[in-house]
């Protein structure tokens, strides 16, 4: 089973450890509840809905940025941000935390044993969803590619 999910926007693309993804748009989602109900636009039910499709299904969905609008896509960049900031606060979460969490129907993430999620490395992958989209994101060395999120942060693979 694979953990990590291809982030792309137009030709380039990154991976994403699969639970440091869903740990980042839980809380990415969480945030979005917290704006008032009458200044959210038409479309920021299915948003947050396909977030926590993300956050759950994991690897076998991929986040295509560029398939958003300019404004659904600066609205999930701005959550995942404040998801960091949050997180960061926090110090991180603890698999009891996150099996608390009704993310999508009943359903939680899946941590794959891990017992904490540092935030370190969410707030990493956050980055680089903002650096893919502004085209500032590093390429990766020949016929190699960066994967984010994952316990140790950003890692090279392939190759």
Request: aromatic share 8%; proline share 6%; hydrophobic share 45%.
């Amino acid at each position: 089973m694979s953990r990590t999910v291809p982030v792309s926007f137009g030709d380039r693309l990154f991976w994403a450890y699969d639970v440091g993804l869903g740990v980042l748009f839980a809380e990415a989602v969480r945030i979005a509840e917290k704006s008032p109900g009458e200044s959210r636009p038409p479309w920021w039910g299915g948003l947050v809905r396909q977030l926590r499709v993300h956050a759950v299904v994991g690897a076998s969905l991929a986040v295509a940025l560029d398939e958003l609008s300019v404004e659904e896509r600066g609205a999930v960049l701005g959550w995942v941000a404040d998801a960091g900031a949050a997180l960061t606060a926090r110090g991180g979460v603890s698999l009891a935390e996150v099996s608390r969490w009704n993310v999508l129907d009943g359903e939680s993430i899946h941590l794959r044993g891990a017992r904490h999620v540092a935030p370190g490395p969410l707030v990493e992958l956050g980055q680089a969803m903002s650096d893919l989209v502004d085209n500032a994101l590093p390429p990766a060395p020949e016929g190699r590619y960066w994967t984010f999120g994952t316990p140790d942060g950003r890692v090279i693979q392939g190759g």
